[in-house]
C-alpha cells in the first residue's frame, strides 16, 4: 500500500477482525475482502453514494498508486463507477489464524497538503485530487451504517 494523509476528522478508519474460524474467512486474499467492501458498498449507498462498484481481481497501481495509497485499486474496495474514484480504500494484516482489515473513507481530501509534505512532487495534484471519493457525512454516522450492517451478519 502507499501513502494515507489521516487528518482527523476528514475521514473514517476502521479496523475489521476475523478469525480464521469465521465463516466469513477465505484463504484467497484477493477475495477475502469482498464481503466487507460489499458491506460499505451498502453504508455508503444509505447515505447517498450509490454508483459505485466492489473492486475485484488485483492490486492496480501505477507509479502514483504505488506512492499515494487512494491512487491504486485493490481487491474490496469500494471505487466509483469508472473504477479510478475510490470511496473505500481496505487493506489486510493476516495470520495463519486472524486477519485484520484496515478501511479508510475520506470526508474531506486535499490532494495538495499530502503533495507538499513530499519530497518528490507529485506532478498530477489534480489528477490525485479526482481519484479520490469524498463521504458526504460525518465520519460517526457512516461508521454507524457500517456496524449496524456487520451486525445483520450475525
Known sequence: GGLMLL????????????GSDDPLWSNDVQTSMA???EIWQRALAVVGVTDTQVASGGLVADELGQLVCFAGRGPGEVMG?????KYVG?????????????????????????AELLAEPITDVERLT?????????????AARVFELISELD
Open 130 to 142: 479526482r481519484m479520490v471519493g469524498l463521504v458526504p457525512v460525518s465520519p460517526r454516522v457512516l
Open 35 to 37: 464481503w466487507l467492501g
Open 7 to 18: 487528518v482527523p476528522g476528514e475521514h473514517l478508519w476502521l479496523d475489521v477482525d476475523i
Open 81 to 85: 463507477p469508472t473504477g479510478m474514484t
Open 90 to 114: 481496505i487493506s489486510q494484516r493476516r495470520t495463519r489464524d486472524q486477519a485484520r482489515f484496515q478501511c479508510t473513507s475520506y470526508m474531506t481530501w486535499d490532494a495538495r497538503v499530502l
